[in-house]
């Protein structure tokens, strides 16, 4: 009946088992070099296209009609917000309580043990695990039983369900039936919001073996031959460890030197071991351990013991050292070597007040030791600065030294600018005129001298940038000048060259006035006599006010060879080739 077989589709139709040709007619083609789309005029087979069978007449009726029925604009479907599973159950875990039985062959003894498991359902992704808690020192493997899976149900490929889960029930996994007994108040809740009806809780059975060693059978206990139980040690001392902090005491006949160490003792197995604290700059080795982890002998026997003997066996010891021998403020002799105990961690004090009540464990204060003497810093030598010379004295490599780049931004290119004459002795120093410049970024000062013709000094920079130091400060701890110290008629020492102050540009004024409470009122008080700022406020400005006011600009203006235009008519002619210059106008 192949004839009669039917497809649906979009457009169900028959197909017709005669026909040979299914290409599809060509909708591109080329013309002049460049593609063109074509309208094809046939379909698949070269069947006829519904569109070509219809005239324009049925066109435009079907593009022109009108739909009987008219749907309101404003009923819009009320669709609810999707969320979907992994959003929605994210971090939600159902936990059961279960166990199962683990048969023990050939003792007779016991025939099973109960093994609780934890298992966890995931709603996110319907998947499960089971964790079994480990139990310390059980000598079994517990853990991660299963990992993260999706348990199977049947042989027929199914998988578990979190409606398949209740409390009383078997769980079967990969052979072995897990018994459910409780459940978390999450889970119980989840459930009967489902409309799951949980069974009764039921209690978790007590492990035979478990019961059998907390309550031991006085018809199989025995005593042991030695004096002390080593597995009740191994069982209660595990992990327990005593720690001591003392002093390496080494001393011959030449000197005596002490070293921090730290002596840990393990109730375990009561071995000692002996970890040395390292200081940064001691100039020692940092050698982690002084004595390896071993039983140190306190008192040996009485027999002949050779010498050459390097080890000594237990059958040449009478004790060993136990945590009675170590007491607080007393030195105590390991290995040949000398300790001092004077502390120890909260563990260990607790230890002695419940063990041994009897025995005092107070800190003890360690004598201190001498302070080392400070490095001491030679003198200085003269070169270069203060600061680049100690910074030798520092560091083996040596660094730049530290400025204040606050400082440096906030004043960077201010200057204060002064005029000086040269207080000399001599005759030919008379005349000479110098700008006394102070840096406010870094605290310098700069001498400039102004070239004079046919003086016979050259002129030019006098000083570079430096720190010049009061007269009478220490070389160690100089005294730099500051503003404060230029007052107009003040001398200024720099280095044994006496300057006097007799003018200051117009900034000066401006800036000490703005932290006048760091300047003295007398350096103020000649600043605004010199500019002249208490007559310019009372009386009109005239033309000798207006002289003196440029006199500063002009002399600056002079030592660049610059004459602004609206104060050359106020500079004095100048000779030149033995005539009288006119004035600039």
Partial sequence: MASERVYSSQNTRQLDETQSAFHRSQTLSYRNGYPLPLRPSVGIGQEPLLSEQ??????????FER????????????????????????????????????????????????????????????????????VENSGIPQGKRLKRQRFPNNERGE??????????????VYGVKYHITQCDPFTKEFMESEGIVLNEPEPMPEDPYSRRCNKPNLELSHTTTSTFDKLYQFLHMDRKVLRFYASWVKFDAVYRDTWPVIIY???????????????????????????????????????IFPSCVMEVSKEHVEEYYSPKDLQLGQTVKLLSHHFFLHNCDGFTKDY???????????????????????????PYNGFGSLEDSLQNCLSLIPEPPKVNVVKRLEN??????????????YAKDEGRRFILSYHLSNNMISIFEK???????????????????????????????????????????????????????????????????????????????????????????????????????AFFCQLVHIVPCHQRRFLAPVEQNGKQAKPAR
């Fill in 265 to 303: 003792y393990y109730l375990v197995d009561d071995t000692v071991e002996i970890r040395e604290v390292h200081e940064r700059n001691s100039g020692r080795d940092p050698f982690p351990l002084v004595v390896r982890r071993q039983r140190i002998p306190k008192k040996l026997k009485s027999e």
């Fill in 67 to 134: 739909p009987d029925i008219a749907y309101a604009t404003n009923d819009q479907p009320q669709y609810e917000v999707f969320i979907p599973a992994h959003v929605a159950l994210d971090k939600k875990i159902l936990r059961f309580n279960a166990y199962f039985l683990e048969e023990i062959l050939y003792s007779p003894e016991e025939e099973h043990r109960v093994r609780p498991v934890i298992i966890y359902y995931y709603l996110e992704d319907d998947s499960m695990c089971i964790i079994e808690p480990t």
């Fill in 54 to 63: 219809l005239t324009q007449q049925d066109i435009n009726k079907l593009s």
């Fill in 412 to 425: 960077d290119h201010k200057v204060l600018r002064y005029t000086a004459q040269l207080d000399s002795p």
């Fill in 159 to 172: 998988h578990y369900h979190w409606k398949d889960l209740n409390l009383g029930m078997d769980l079967e």
């Fill in 451 to 553: 070239p004079t013709r046919n003086s016979g000094i050259i002129g030019g920079k006098f000083l570079e940038k430096t720190r010049v130091p009061k007269p009478g400060s220490t070389v160690d701890n100089p005294e730099f000048y500051s503003p404060a110290d230029f007052a107009i008629g003040a001398t200024v020492d720099v280095f044994s060259h006496r300057f006097l102050l007799t003018n200051a540009d117009h900034y000066v004024l401006k800036y000490l006035e703005s932290i006048s409470s760091q300047i003295p009122s007398q350096t103020l008080d000649s600043l605004r006599e010199k500019l002249g700022v208490e007559m310019a406020r009372n009386k009109p400005v005239e033309q000798n006010a207006t002289l003196k006011n440029f006199s500063i600009a």
């Fill in 352 to 378: 002695y007040k419940k063990n041994y009540p009897d025995m005092d464990m107070k800190a003890v204060e360690i004598p201190k030791t001498e302070d080392k003497k400070k490095k001491e810093i030679p």
